[in-house]
């Protein structure tokens, strides 16, 4: 089946028309996605799903050194 159109919208205002969307979202949220399609008679069809957008802090730190460090008694390997 061919289609006319195909709407897109990512449920923070902003939408695409097209067969393949790529979308960024500016912050973590739940957000309801729809595609309504219309098709060369005029028909049309809309789906709609509830895509989760979360991100992780991607930062990494440098890990702390001790300035001065101890051997324990334990781990002291035993010469012979």
């Known amino acids: 089946m061919e289609f006319a159109s195909r709407l897109w919208k990512f449920g923070?205002?902003?939408?695409?028309e097209g067969l393949s969307p790529?979308?960024?979202?500016?912050?973590?949220?739940?957000?309801?996605?729809?595609?309504?399609v219309t098709t060369l008679d005029g028909r049309k069809g809309k789906t709609t799903k509830v895509v989760p957008v979360r991100t992780h802090d991607g930062a990494v730190t440098r890990p702390a050194v001790p300035a001065t460090s101890r051997q324990d008694s334990r781990s002291r390997s035993k010469t012979q």
């Open 12 to 16: 923070d205002g902003t939408t695409f």
């Open 22 to 36: 790529t979308h960024r979202y500016a912050a973590d949220g739940d957000y309801q996605v729809s595609l309504t």
